[in-house]
Structures are given as structure tokens and as C-alpha cells.
């Protein structure tokens, strides 16, 4: 099984900064594209950012563009989002996602995180 471990998140002023994290942890197990997404009540849940396997690809919302960076340490199985110059509008859960697979299938399904909640608010 594969575990998701997510932190960062808290109640930050309009213009400030945090920083979310999102270790996977288990064994017998790669992973592919790894990302974040974010619901806000009363909405779908969106893609924020996402990042491919070896880092040389990124694909960004179009809110968020120039304000958030993912990355990713592959040797720790860890995503990050840094996120600058919040906006109350980027008041949400925040969720990891990543597409697994086990050494034993050819198959990558989607995880995801418990949700680490971001307000951004005066």
C-alpha cells in the first residue's frame, strides 16, 4: 500500500507564501506524474499543478501561473508546491495526486492525499 503524507498548509494574509509537501511512502512502487489539485467548496476539484517523473515537464493552472512552482524529489518520493503571492481565491483543500504503479502490474492508478486545507484570507 502506499501512503501519502501531505503538510504544509495553514491560514496565510493575502501576498504570502507556503510551501505544501506530499511524501509517498511504501515499497514496491513507482511513480509517474505526480500533482496537485484543489477543491474549494461548492466547486470541482481542479488541477493546480503537475509535474512529470523526471522533472522536465510542468503544467500549471492558468491562475496560478508565475505565482506556484512544483517540484519533486524522486529519491524521496516527495512533491512540492510552492506557493506565492496567495490570493483568497486560492482558499481550498489542496490534494496530492499521483499516478502509481506496483512492480507487479503495468498498470498506474491514481492516489491521492488526505487534502491539507489552504485559506488565504485578512
Known amino acids: 500500500q502506499v501512503q501519502f503524507v501531505e503538510s504544509g498548509g495553514g491560514l496565510v494574509q493575502p501576498g504570502g507564501s507556503l510551501r505544501l509537501s506530499c511524501a509517498a511512502s511504501g515499497s514496491d512502487f513507482s511513480i509517474a506524474t505526480m500533482g496537485w489539485y484543489r477543491q474549494a467548496p461548492g466547486k470541482q476539484r481542479e488541477l493546480v499543478a503537475a509535474?512529470?517523473?523526471?522533472?522536465?515537464?510542468?503544467n500549471y493552472a492558468d491562475s496560478v501561473k508565475g505565482r506556484f512552482t512544483i517540484s519533486r524529489d524522486n529519491a524521496e518520493n516527495t512533491v512540492y508546491l510552492q506557493m506565492n503571492s496567495l490570493k483568497p481565491e486560492d482558499t481550498a483543500v489542496y490534494y496530492c495526486?499521483?499516478?502509481?504503479?506496483?512492480?507487479?502490474?503495468?498498470?498506474?492508478?491514481?492516489?491521492w492525499g488526505q487534502g491539507t486545507q489552504v485559506t488565504v484570507s485578512s
Open positions: 509535474i512529470t517523473s523526471d522533472g522536465d515537464s510542468t
Open positions: 495526486n499521483a499516478k502509481i504503479r506496483f512492480t507487479d502490474t503495468s498498470i498506474f492508478d491514481d492516489y
